[in-house]
């Protein structure tokens, strides 16, 4: 991040010790209101389900709080290595659960595979593949490629037709729909609440999936940027590589980092661009803060009212329907 960009992100520092006395409360004053006991968190590794965690931990105290990693065969060592640390330094029971047995009972992978092949023939055994995002910041339509690589290590891409990314995106969905499956499992179990780990910058674009990572009881960071989800996790004294991390999705076999999946920028840039959005800032007053030009400016603002309008159904409640008469 350079001088502008650093100084751009001030209006994004807060108060850290308040921040965490003021969730501390309201966590404790839901679980009082839900007549539960506690807490469970899914812990992936990265620095928001650790917030997350910290946080929950911070205000019932580690032995109300359950730490689940719920890993699957394309997960991350890394991230469950992390995770686990994680647990070790705030003194969290936890359980593990792989879910790849039941991913292959619902057919996840391979409805997910069979997509891919309607474009590359060959993939199998021995592939990876993720998705990206283009087009938005150029002022175009977003649109979807998929990127694998080969046994040999060799990459591809392939733009996606609107056919095959809906069913690679449904089919992946299984992996945030178990894993929220076996929260609840756990909360009923204990009679605890779910903790649900977006930031703002999450919730607001809608990088959730419908009744599965976007499915909670208390969501206790949704109002935070990440930038200031990173503040916290430093002021929590949480494990360095955690605090350092760059943010990945961790869904797909290949590394597949936030930026290059959804977001389109950096979220140190997103969070300064959010920010003018919601405070009713211009395009060039954003031009101004990122060092950038006006044109470029208006295509972030018109991306991020893009994938408003495009994820707004994600947070909409059931709708009660009413007859006439």
């Not at 502008?4 to 404790?28: G, H, N, T, Y």
């Not at 206790?220 to 360095?240: C, E, N």
Request: charged share 25%; proline share 4%.
């Amino acid at each position: 991040m350079n001088n502008a960009q650093k100084d751009a992100s001030d209006v994004l520092d807060i108060d850290c010790e308040a921040s965490v006395a003021l969730i501390s409360d309201q966590l404790k004053e839901t679980i009082v209101r839900f007549r539960r006991r506690g807490a469970v968190v899914a812990v992936s590794g990265g620095v928001d389900s650790a917030v997350c965690l910290a946080l929950a931990a911070h205000a019932l105290g580690p032995e109300r709080v359950l730490a689940l990693l719920l890993p699957e065969r394309e997960s991350s060592t890394d991230s469950e290595r992390l995770a686990r640390e994680l647990i070790a330094t705030l003194g969290v029971p936890s359980e593990r659960h792989d879910i790849t047995a039941a991913l292959d009972g619902f057919g996840c992978y391979e409805a997910r595979d069979s997509a891919i092949r309607r474009l590359i023939p060959d993939y199998g055994d021995g592939w990876r593949s993720k998705l990206a995002i283009s087009g938005g910041l150029s002022g175009q339509f977003n649109h979807f490629y998929l990127i694998a690589a080969g046994p040999d290590g060799e990459c591809m891409q392939r733009r996606l037709g609107l056919r095959e990314y809906l069913q690679i995106v449904a089919a992946t969905n299984f992996k945030q729909r178990t894993r929220k499956t076996m929260e609840y499992y756990h909360a009923d179990r204990l009679n605890y609440v779910v903790i649900g780990t977006p930031n703002r910058l999450e919730y607001d674009q809608g990088f959730f999936v419908k009744n599965g990572d976007g499915a909670a009881d208390i969501k206790p960071i949704a109002h935070l940027y990440k930038t200031q989800v990173y503040a916290l996790a430093r002021y929590m004294r949480l494990p360095d590589e955690i605090v350092n991390s760059v943010p990945t999705s961790d869904t797909y076999s290949l590394r597949q980092e936030q930026e290059s999946f959804y977001f389109a920028l950096p979220y140190q840039q997103l969070d300064v661009a959010l920010w003018h959005v919601e405070n009713g800032r211009s395009a060039s007053d954003l031009a101004e803060a990122l060092c950038i030009d006006q044109l470029s400016a208006a295509r972030i603002y018109a991306d991020i009212a893009a994938k408003r309008r495009a994820t707004r159904y994600l947070h909409e409640p059931p709708i009660l329907l009413v007859a006439d008469g």
